[in-house]
């Protein structure tokens, strides 16, 4: 299984679980810059939509009016916002268009300040920055079948990758659960591809049905050959993964809503390798916070183990993951850190920083 976290409201976080694994990630990882290298980009708020109740999709466009990075169905942006604020959405749009990123932002009640900001203030024509597309969440393209569970403002990545699997005419199927329709997202969309090819988009609104979705008895259905994704809250996430137990762990795939309270639990030393500087990370602290503290400046958002932008090359050293984002052949790999959260299981650890 791969685990990731969703990114609609800013504080989602997805674990894409076991394709991550096969396609030889810790090789890559050696030649790719990791999020906190890549260069922010410039966009401008080409237009805003209303797509439910709470929720806003914000089309974004190169303030240079240039083609923008590609990405893959599945990835998110960083969004770098007033009061220096950096919030993880993922993208909606599917990677054919290359002209613009389209995300879509609920208004958390909770907001710590990233979706009510979008939701109720930025206006078209603002121009911000953000981090290039980073996917944690990635679709496998070629399966057989693909069948999506996607939970309130967790439609937004998987949403993507319908968008992708129509453009290569590859079969999906998608079961959606809101509290109610008003709520759901991009309800009108999901309609009209249910009408060109009936039986695919299962809407299911509790007020509506009088419970919730009943997620066992539909991935019960599904096919041991699928790939099944899923992104919802972690009480759906919770059932979804009880439901997968007998499917082939490189099948399934999700994608949560909450980042990890975790902290390193043993003390031990950092060492920035390019700055030639060490410091001592005591139990119960991060490494990003000690680097803070220290007027280190390090690339992050949630904080919390699921975005994905803090992540940071290994050079020597054995890490103690604690984070959502890397998968189980990333971890083993010991190339890579999320140094927001994770610890070390050696006394140094030493960073390409
Ligand atoms: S994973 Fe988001 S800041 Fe570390």
């Not at 990791?34 to 080409?46: G, I, K, Q, S």
């Not at 060109?196 to 096919?223: C, N, Q, S, W, Y």
Request: negative net charge; proline residues 6%; aromatic residues 6%.
């Amino acid at each position: 299984m791969s685990e990731a976290t969703c990114m609609g409201t800013g504080t989602q976080v997805s674990a894409p679980l076991a394709q991550t694994e096969d396609t030889g990630t810790a090789a890559f990882a050696a030649t790719h810059p990791t999020p906190a290298e890549a260069r922010p980009l410039a966009v401008r708020v080409a237009a805003i939509h209303q797509v439910a109740e709470t929720i806003r999709a914000v089309e974004l466009v190169a303030a240079d009016g240039k083609a923008l990075p590609g990405f893959t169905a599945g990835a998110h942006i960083n969004l770098k916002l007033p009061g220096d604020l950096s919030r993880s959405y993922s993208l909606t749009n599917g990677p054919q268009t290359r002209d613009r990123y389209t995300i879509a932002v609920n208004r958390d009640l909770a907001s710590r300040g990233g979706s009510a900001y979008v939701v109720d203030k930025l206006a078209v024509g603002e121009e911000l920055l953000v981090d290039p597309p980073h996917n944690t969440f990635p679709l496998v393209e070629d399966a057989e079948l693909s069948a999506f569970f996607a939970g309130g403002i967790g439609i937004t990545p998987i949403l993507a990758m319908i968008r992708q699997l129509e453009a290569l005419g590859r079969p999906w199927k998608l079961f959606y659960a809101a509290r109610n329709r008003t709520s759901a997202a991009f309800v009108d969309e999901l309609e009209a591809l249910e009408a060109i090819t009936p039986g695919r988009v299962h809407l299911h609104f509790d007020a509506e049905a009088g419970k919730v979705m009943p997620l066992l008895k539909l991935a019960a259905g599904i096919p041991k050959i699928a790939h099944i994704y899923c992104c919802g809250p972690s009480k759906m996430i919770e059932v979804f993964k009880a439901s997968a137990g007998w499917r082939p762990d490189e099948n399934v795939h999700v994608e949560h809503f909450a980042g990890t309270n975790a902290r390193p639990t043993t003390a031990f030393d950092v060492e920035l390798k390019r700055r030639g500087l060490t410091f001592h990370v005591p139990a119960g602290e991060s490494i990003m916070q000690v680097l803070m503290d220290n007027h280190i400046p390090v690339a992050h958002s949630c904080r919390e183990g699921v975005c994905g932008t803090c992540e940071t090359r290994v050079l020597a050293g054995v890490p103690d993951h604690k984070d959502n984002v890397l998968s189980s052949r990333e971890r083993a790999s010991n190339e890579l850190i999320m140094i927001c959260c994770s610890g070390a299981k050696t006394d140094k650890l030493v960073l390409d920083l």
